[in-house]
């Protein structure tokens, strides 16, 4: 599955950037805290990540006035926890993925538009975070609604990440899952 859908995003990946008329964004978001659960065998610990910043870019192909498709890539700084932890853990998540977009009483200077995203994301941390484990990426998937005004382009998210982590004890291998859930407030230019 996870191999599947890696290949749809470089294969649309590379439509994007084959388009005639693709328009690209570069922008910052502002991630606000939100829950990191750990669960595994049905426990579940939840952590308040801390607020983070990412940085992105997104190329999109316009269908028509009213929709458009296109891919993106989001880089995360790693951020920690709101909670007293021994040492420093951070973390981070780099999706790729591919959008869809749908646009509102769109005019040359100003369109209002719903967004979704839909990809794979990896996960980082540092060595507080992960120890000796190994970290895996995994679905991830966000929507919500924005504002495009001259070549600025205004939006706010609820992103959803997934990941794992697998701990190899003595030649057993135990995965625990993990989900981030956060809105951002993001803020880009277009070319």
């Known amino acids: 599955m996870k191999k599947s859908l890696i290949l749809l995003l470089l294969l649309s990946i590379a439509f994007m950037l084959n388009a005639q008329n693709f328009k690209s964004t570069f922008g910052l978001s502002l991630d606000f805290g939100g829950e990191h659960e750990f669960s595994y065998e049905g426990q579940s610990t939840d952590l308040d990540a801390n607020t983070g910043i990412s940085i992105f870019a997104e190329f999109l192909s316009p269908l028509n006035q009213q929709a458009a498709l296109g891919a993106g890539i989001e880089v995360q700084l790693q951020r920690g926890f709101d909670e007293n932890m021994y040492g ?53 998937f966000a929507a919500g609604a924005g504002y495009i005004a001259n070549k600025a382009n205004l939006r706010v998210m609820l992103k959803k990440y997934s990941g794992e982590i697998e701990t190899n004890y003595y030649g057993d291998v135990y995965t625990a899952d993990i989900t981030t859930t956060h809105i951002s407030i993001s803020a880009g230019i277009m070319f």
């Open 88 to 140: 420093d853990p951070k973390f981070a998540h780099i999706p790729i993925y591919l959008i869809g977009q749908m646009n509102f009483m769109p005019t040359p200077k100003q369109t209002p538009y719903v967004i979704g995203h839909i990809g794979y994301g990896l996960l980082t941390g540092n060595d507080d975070y992960k120890g000796n484990d190994d970290l895996l990426g995994g679905i991830y």
